[in-house]
């Protein structure tokens, strides 16, 4: 399911990327052919293209490099902009001198450029706008039981310490709206993970667990000051189960889901 999304992102990141590549490397040739006719040093221009970005390089450029346009002297078609009065190779008077400079015009090359440079900045900008609304849309699915049902925790369920000596294979565990949820697809015997809650009212709250695993037994502790008050064995159940707490003391709570055996491991925990 996440692998559809991944797909796009990875083929908008590799796209903005050659388009971002396609961009820089036009943008020197037509920065090394515009800087030329217009009596700047080609090299710098393109150097400065390469490493401080295409982009800032064509900023520059534009308000500094550009500024005079050179046109060809009329009697011996030496290079001339229009703040000149008079040639510098053959001495004749500069008719278009004092004029406006001719509007500077974009090349088939520079239209490239700008095209690939617009849509690989587009590209970048869909490709982030789509990584929020992944990221919120991820956030915001609701949390439901193996049925369907919406789940509402009152009290939440947090991490709590827990170290393991045996293994585990495709293991998360995660704390959601208060709700524990975990999984495992395969652990060495005796594998565990811990949650812990701060309960209130023992007799007013309830603990609901909805886990579905494969093979053998999955089992629960309660544990209160390090001793294990009850043990519950919760695989094999269909659908929500539902577990008193009215033997426990007030205060913290710490649950441990101890695998015998089972596989495939995909449980959610939480306090009503
Ligand atoms: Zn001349």
């Known amino acids: 399911m996440a692998v559809m999304p991944l797909i796009l992102v990875c083929g908008a990141l590799a796209l903005a990327g050659l388009l971002a590549l396609a961009f820089t490397v036009l943008s020197c040739v ?15 221009w393109v150097l400065l293209a390469v490493f401080a970005g295409p982009i800032i390089a064509l900023l520059l450029y534009f308000i500094f490099g ?51 440079g617009l849509v690989s900045v587009v590209c970048m900008a869909g490709l982030l706008a789509g ?6 849309s991820a956030g915001s ?31 998360t565990q995660g704390h959601r709206n208060g709700v524990w949820t975990f999984s495992m697809s395969k652990t060495s015997d005796g594998y565990h993970k811990s949650g812990r809650f701060s309960l209130d009212d023992p007799t007013g709250r309830i603990l609901a667990v909805d886990v579905t695993c494969e093979g053998e037994t999955l089992e629960l502790d309660f544990i209160q000051n390090g001793e294990t008050v009850r043990t519950e064995t919760i695989s094999g159940a269909d659908g929500v189960q539902y577990f008193s707490l009215a033997d426990l003391a007030p205060g913290e709570v710490k649950l441990r889901v101890v695998n015998h055996g089972a596989t495939d491991i995909s449980g959610r925990i939480w306090v009503e």
Not at 30 to 44: E, I, N, T, V
Not at 131 to 136: G, I, K, L, P, S
Request: net charge positive.
């Open 30 to 44: 037509w920065l090394y052919r515009d800087s030329r006719l217009h009596g700047q040093p080609p090299a710098l």
């Open 131 to 136: 990584m929020f609304v992944f990221a919120f």
């Open 141 to 171: 699915t609701p949390l439901v039981t193996t049925e369907g049902a919406a789940i509402v925790a009152s009290l939440p369920i947090e991490s709590a310490m827990d170290v393991n000596s045996g293994w585990v294979i495709m293991s």
């Open 66 to 116: 550009r500024k005079q346009p050179l046109e060809p002297c009329e009697s011996c078609g030496s290079p001339l902009t229009r703040a000149d009065r008079f040639c510098s190779a053959c001495g004749a008077a500069n008719s278009r001198y004092g004029e406006p400079a001719p509007k500077a015009k974009l090349g088939a090359l520079g239209k490239a450029a700008v095209a690939c």
